[in-house]
C-alpha cells in the first residue's frame, strides 16, 4: 500500500510537472529526475495532445526507453503514426523492439518494415527465430564485445567506440581470432590495468554462459545463481550472438512463476484480459472434465456409505471441515514440493527426505488440529445436539482421528504426485490445486466414513 501512494505521488508530479508550461530545456531537466518506469505510468493520465507534444520534445532515444515499460502500448502505437515509431524502434535495444513489434497489428507491421534500420530487423528476425520459451528469445543485442587479440590500449579504444551505441558496458565479452566465445572482462579490471598488461590476465575464461536453444524454464535456477548483471548467450557454433540482462532474468522468473500459479489454479496459461472466451474455455475445460469425473467418484463413495448418514446423520455435520483441511494441507504441501523440484540436482535422497518432512508435518499439524476438534467439537455435540456426554466425545473424537489421517495422507498425496509428475517428465506443476484437492476429497471421505462405520457403529454400536 505504501508503494501504491508513492507511485502515484511521483506519476501526480510528472503529469504537474508536463503541464507546467515549462521552456522545452527546463522540462528536460526537470523529467531527468524521474525514472522511465514513472513517466511511463504517467502517460496515461494525458491526453493526447499532450503525449504527442512530449513525444517531440523527448526525442525518439528517450521514448524508446520509457515505451519498454509501457504493457499495453496499443493506444500509444496508434498515435504516434508509422513514420515516428519507426524512429523510436530504431533506437530501442532489440528485445524491446521484439517486443514491442509483437503487439502491432499486422498491417501496421508491414508499414514499417521499410523503415526500421537493417540491423534492427536483423536483430528482431533472430530473436524471434527461438520459440518463446527459449532463451534465445530473451536477448539484446546491446553489449560490447572484443577480441582477445587486442592490448590494453586497444581494448579501451574499442570499449569506448562501441559504447556510444551500446550502454551495458559493466561486463566486456571477449572471442577468438574465429569469433569464438572466450570469456568476459570486469569494466572495473579494464579501467585499473596498466599498459604494460596483457589483455590475457584479466579475461574471466570460465565465465557462465547460455546456449540459445536451451529451455528458459530449465535455466532459471543457473541464472539466478550466477547473479550477474548480464550472461552471454551462444549459439552451438559457440559464436555469441546476444545477452540476457538481470532484467530480463526477473522477467523470465516472474513469467515462470505466473504460468506455475496458473497450472497450480487448473489452467495450462497464465490468464490474460485480452483472452478470447474460446481460448478460455480450451485450456479449462480438459481440466475441468477431469475433475468432473473424480468429482462423479467422490459422489459415489459419499452414496456408499449413505446408510452411516441414515443411521447417525450428526457425522454430515462435519463432511466439509475433513474435507476442507485435506484439500488446504494437499495444496501446501503441493506447492512446496513444486518449489523444490525446481532445483535440478535434486537427488533421490533429497526427494525421500521431502516426502518424510512432509509426512511429519501433516501429521504434527493434524494431531494438534485432531485434539482441538476432540474437545471443541465433542462439547458442540453434547450442548447443542443432544447427546450424551460419553457419546459425544466418541463422535468427536472420531472426527478428530479423521482429521489427523486425512492430513497425513494429503500431505502425501501434495508431495508424492508433483515427484511422480517429474519422474515421467511432466511439468508437475501440471499437478494441480484443483486436482490434488480432488483427490484429497476422495480419501478423505473414505477415510472419514470408514472409520464412522467402523468405530462408531459397528463398534461403539452408537445411533442417531
Known amino acids: 500500500m505504501e508503494f501504491d501512494l508513492k507511485a502515484n505521488k511521483l506519476i501526480d508530479e510528472i503529469v504537474s510537472v508536463i503541464r507546467s508550461n515549462l521552456d522545452k530545456d527546463k522540462l528536460l531537466e526537470k523529467l531527468d529526475d524521474y525514472h522511465a518506469n514513472d513517466i511511463a505510468q504517467s502517460l496515461e493520465y494525458l491526453t493526447k495532445e499532450e503525449r504527442l507534444s512530449l513525444y517531440d520534445i523527448l526525442g525518439d532515444e528517450w521514448v524508446s526507453e520509457i515505451l519498454s515499460y509501457v504493457e499495453e502500448p496499443q493506444q500509444y502505437i496508434n498515435e504516434l503514426g508509422v513514420e515516428k515509431l519507426a524512429d523510436i524502434i530504431n533506437e530501442m535495444d532489440s528485445d524491446d523492439a521484439a517486443d514491442l513489434l509483437e503487439k502491432v497489428d499486422d498491417s501496421v507491421k508491414e508499414k514499417l518494415r521499410a523503415s526500421l534500420d537493417d540491423d534492427v530487423k536483423a536483430d528482431i528476425q533472430l530473436i524471434n527465430s527461438y ?45 577468438d581470432e574465429n569469433g569464438k566465445f572466450s570469456g568476459a572482462i570486469d569494466l572495473k579490471d579494464l579501467i585499473i590495468a596498466r599498459q604494460s598488461d596483457t589483455l590475457d590476465s584479466i579475461i574471466i575464461y570460465s565465465y557462465p554462459y547460455f546456449y540459445a536453444d536451451e529451455k528458459i524454464s530449465e535455466s532459471i535456477e543457473k541464472i539466478k545463481d550466477y547473479a550477474e548483471d548480464s550472461l552471454p548467450v551462444l549459439n552451438r557454433n559457440n559464436e555469441i550472438i546476444g545477452i540476457i540482462t538481470a532484467q530480463d532474468v526477473v522477467e523470465a522468473v516472474d513469467d515462470e512463476m505466473g504460468e506455475d500459479y496458473a497450472k497450480l489454479a487448473g489452467l495450462t496459461a497464465e490468464e490474460d484480459l485480452q483472452e478470447t472466451t ?88 493434524g494431531f494438534l488440529l485432531g485434539i482441538l476438534a476432540v474437545i471443541f467439537l ?87
Open 131 to 175: 520459440d518463446e520459451d527459449e532463451v534465445g528469445s530473451l536477448i539484446t543485442t546491446n553489449y560490447i564485445c572484443i577480441s582477445k587479440t587486442l592490448d590494453i590500449r586497444g581494448a579501451m579504444h574499442e570499449l569506448i567506440r562501441q559504447a556510444g551505441d551500446n550502454d551495458n558496458i559493466s561486463t566486456i565479452y571477449v572471442v
Open 278 to 365: 474460446a481460448q478460455s474455455i480450451k485450456k479449462r475445460l480438459p481440466w475441468l472434465v477431469i475433475l468432473l469425473v473424480l468429482g462423479m467418484g467422490v459422489s459415489a463413495v459419499v452414496g456408499a456409505f449413505e446408510n452411516v448418514v441414515a443411521i447417525l446423520p450428526i457425522v454430515i455435520c462435519f463432511q466439509s471441515l475433513i474435507l476442507d483441511m485435506a484439500g488446504n494441507v494437499g495444496t501446501q504441501s503441493l506447492a512446496v514440493t513444486i518449489r523444490v523440484l525446481m532445483d535440478e540436482e535434486l537427488t533421490p535422497k533429497d526427494k525421500l527426505k521431502l516426502v518424510f518432512k512432509e509426512a511429519k508435518v501433516g501429521f504434527s499439524n
Open 378 to 464: 465433542g462439547l458442540y455435540v453434547f450442548l447443542y445436539k443432544g447427546y450424551d456426554i460419553k457419546h459425544a466425545f466418541l463422535i468427536s473424537l472420531c472426527v478428530g482421528v479423521s482429521l489427523l489421517l486425512a492430513m497425513i495422507v494429503s500431505s502425501l498425496v501434495g508431495t508424492l504426485v508433483p515427484i511422480f509428475f517429474k519422474k515421467i517428465k511432466v511439468d508437475p506443476a501440471v499437478a494441480s490445486g484443483p486436482l490434488i484437492t480432488t483427490v484429497n476429497d476422495l480419501v478423505a471421505v473414505v477415510i472419514y466414513y470408514g472409520l464412522a462405520w467402523v468405530f462408531l457403529i459397528q463398534t461403539m454400536h452408537i445411533v442417531g
